[in-house]
Structure formats: C-alpha cells, structure tokens
C-alpha cells in the first residue's frame, strides 16, 4: 500500500480547505481508512473514519459538523472537506488504512500510514 497525501497548504480562519489521500496500489477499497492529525508538540489524535463502503463515518467531537470525510472507491481516493477552520485546527494531517472493513478511532486499528500533509490556519 502507498498513500499519497495532498492538500491543506496555508489558510485563513474560517476558510476552506480539501485534503485527499490516493492510494496508489489500489489495494484499499476493502478497508476502513482514516485521517488524524498531529499538531507541535502534541501526541497525533484522530480526525475522522468511514468505512469500506463509504455509508459510515465517525468524527471527533473537535470537528464534527465542520470537518466531513467521504471515499470514491473507484478511484481509491480518501477525502478530507474542512470547513469552518480553526488556529487549532493546524497539523499535519495523515490519512491510514485500516485493519479491518470499519473505520475506526483507535490508532492501534490502522495499519498503514500515508506521510502527511501540512495543514496552518491563521487567525
């Protein structure tokens, strides 16, 4: 499996901003997939999941209703729409795949990492 994160870049507060993860094996449309996020100084902590189908998805309480997560498994592409943006909300952003169909919170139940895209949101 190799994940290719793109997107984020420099953004204002309350701007937008698209990330996307491509898998470029086109090994994942069975598995869960995953975005989190590691902000300076802090421990990484999860964003948001869906599952292999793209019918579920869970959400931190720090994003939901401003952050959504969405697949095209045709294309085998991870999506991440951020709206409402946040300072807080800077980090490097890395997208997983999953060891199992569901999505998941738990960084123990990924078992692939993308390497990260950069995230800064100014005030």
């Known amino acids: 499996v190799q994940l290719q994160a793109s997107g984020g870049g420099l953004v204002q507060a309350g701007g937008s901003t698209r990330l996307s993860c491509a898998d470029s094996?086109?090994?994942?449309?069975?598995?869960?997939l995953g975005w989190f996020r590691q902000a300076p100084g802090k421990e990484r902590e999860f964003v948001a999941a869906?599952?292999?189908?793209?019918?579920?998805?869970i959400y931190a309480d720090s994003v939901k209703d401003r952050f959504t997560i969405s697949r095209d498994r045709a294309a085998n592409t991870l999506y991440l729409q951020m709206d409402s943006l946040k300072p807080e909300d800077t980090a490097v952003y890395y997208c997983?795949?999953?060891?199992?169909?569901?999505?998941?919170?738990?960084?123990?139940?990924?078992?692939?990492w993308g390497q990260g895209t950069q995230v800064t949101v100014s005030s």
């Open positions: 997983a795949v999953a060891r199992s169909a569901m999505g998941s919170s738990r960084n123990e139940n990924y078992r692939y």
């Open positions: 869906i599952d292999w189908r793209g019918g579920n998805a």
């Open positions: 094996r086109r090994t994942t449309s069975n598995n869960g």
